[in-house]
């Protein structure tokens, strides 16, 4: 069973321990900002689980993608996809963890980091200005 998950399913273990630890600092982030602004409730975890569900549905997606096979041989015609939407995935929960920071202590960082995180949100390019 577990070789069929990891040939079907999923087997990048080792990014979504870092993916995970996003999330987690991300929503660690909200709370403390949601209790800052005492805007804290328990409706906005449902979002963490629809946002989690998602996630998991687009991994498995860019999983079957780049991993793909047919006669047995494993096609690799979309393997530049994976890195792309693992960074996007990285950079949407790098964008949230700045803008919690930027609330709780606002010119704790520099703008800038948060332009360029966007604009890569934006294009998938990380621009020079």
């Keep these: 069973i577990a070789g ?67 006669n047995d041989v494993t096609k690799s015609i979309f393997m530049w996809v994976e890195e792309l939407c693992y960074a996007a995935l990285l950079v949407r929960e790098a964008i949230s963890i700045i803008e919690n920071i930027g609330a709780i202590k606002p010119d704790l960082l520099p703008v800038w980091i948060l332009k360029r995180l966007k604009s890569f949100d934006e294009n998938g390019k990380f621009v020079a200005e």
């Design 4 to 70: 069929l998950f990891n040939t079907y399913i999923f087997n990048d273990w080792s990014f979504l321990v870092y993916l995970v630890i996003m999330i987690m600092i991300d929503t660690i982030l909200g709370v403390w900002k949601a209790f800052k602004y005492g805007n804290l409730s328990s409706a906005r975890f449902g979002g963490l689980v629809i946002k989690s569900v998602l996630y998991a549905i687009f991994l498995v997606v860019i999983h079957n993608l780049t991993n793909f096979s047919t």
